[in-house]
């Protein structure tokens, strides 16, 4: 569960008078299948507002900034890691720092799509299976999620580390790095 503020109670509790009104309204309609169908929608809206309102607070009051941010790759074990400071810009506390990064082969980052930039299959099966069109393919972009950080509180910040699976085939790869609260 998230960590709510303030401004998450006050949305919900103002979604929920909203709600109350309109149940209120609705039983007061003398025709009864008018009455629940106006029920069943006014619960509807509530619910879809209710979870978008949490998104929405939730982008514009938990504000992470990622610094320091480096990578090492370990070629022993075939991973890559991380690492670098997470901290709480914010004026809330924040209940989860997630740190993504997505990982693009070359051609993809470039717009250089010739055949050469990516991976080709060789080998017994690649033999027998490419008259066939059945080409085996691995994927050019990778994207891993971690969570860094737990109840980070205002002005607040934490190192972190994270390692994964570099894939062997990946050549001169394009990095896309972001961090965000909840």
Same mark, same amino acid.
């Given at each position: ?21 309109g149940i209120i309204a609705a039983l007061k309609?003398?025709? *009864? ?6 029920? #069943?929608? +006014?619960? $509807? /809206?509530?619910?879809?507002? &209710?979870?978008?309102? !949490? ?35 914010? *004026? ?6 997630? #740190?993504? +990064?997505? $990982? /693009?082969?070359?051609?993809? &980052?470039?717009?250089? !799509? ?69």
């Amino acid at each position: 569960m998230t960590l709510f503020n303030y401004w998450h109670y006050i949305v919900l509790s103002l979604i929920f008078l909203m709600l109350v009104g309109g149940i209120i309204a609705a039983l007061k309609q003398t025709n *009864k299948k008018l009455a629940y169908s106006m029920i #069943f929608s +006014i619960t $509807l /809206v509530a619910v879809f507002m &209710a979870v978008f309102s !949490v998104i929405i607070v939730d982008k514009y009051t938990k504000k992470v900034q990622l610094s320091k941010l480096h990578n090492k790759r370990l070629l022993s074990t075939e991973e890559i890691s991380y690492y670098g400071i997470v901290k709480n810009i914010g *004026k809330l506390p924040i209940g989860k720092v997630t #740190f993504e +990064i997505k $990982l /693009v082969n070359k051609g993809h &980052a470039t717009g250089n !799509v010739k055949g050469g930039n990516f991976y080709k299959a060789s080998g017994f099966m690649n033999f027998f299976s490419g008259g066939f069109g059945m080409l085996s393919h691995k994927p050019q972009t990778i994207t891993k999620k971690f969570v860094v950080a737990r109840n980070l509180k205002p002005g607040q910040a934490k190192d972190f580390r994270v390692y994964f699976r570099y894939p062997p085939y990946f050549r001169s790869t394009a990095e896309f790095s972001k961090v965000y609260g909840h």
